[in-house]
């Protein structure tokens, strides 16, 4: 089994920062492909970043605009992601997760097999 554990959210004004971390144990898989998404209160929990095995490609979702930084350490099994220019709207549970059977980037949610318990980032208005 791999278990996914996030940490780093917490309450940001608009415009700050924060770092997200997620950490894999037990089974890992650290040649697989992992990524962030979120999930606001009465939304769909929705793509974020994703990251291929080696780090050597990365994805994005449209709508941040060049805000978010995903990387790889691949000597801790850990990925992170850099949130700048923070919005009330990025508000949410963040959540990292792994497909175990993809080393390259991969966008759909319904490909991931393990999961965190999220973190929460809130960004009030």
């Known amino acids: 089994q791999v278990q996914l554990v996030e940490s780093g959210g917490g309450l940001v004004q608009a415009g700050g920062s924060l770092r997200l971390s997620c950490e894999a144990s037990g089974r890992t898989l650290n040649t697989r492909t992992m990524g962030w998404f979120r999930q606001a209160p009465g939304k769909k929990r929705e793509f974020v970043a994703t990251?291929?095995?080696?780090?050597?490609?990365?994805d994005y979702a449209e709508f941040l605009k060049g805000r978010f930084t995903i990387s790889r350490d691949k000597t801790k099994n850990a990925i992170s992601l850099q949130m700048n220019g923070l919005k009330p709207e990025d508000t949410a549970l963040y959540f990292c997760?792994?497909?175990?059977?993809?080393?390259?980037?991969?966008?759909?949610?319904?490909?991931?097999?393990?999961w965190g318990q999220g973190t929460q980032v809130t960004v009030p208005s």
């Open positions: 997760a792994l497909d175990r059977d993809s080393t390259y980037i991969v966008r759909n949610i319904n490909q991931y097999d393990y």
């Open positions: 990251i291929s095995w080696n780090g050597g490609s990365t």
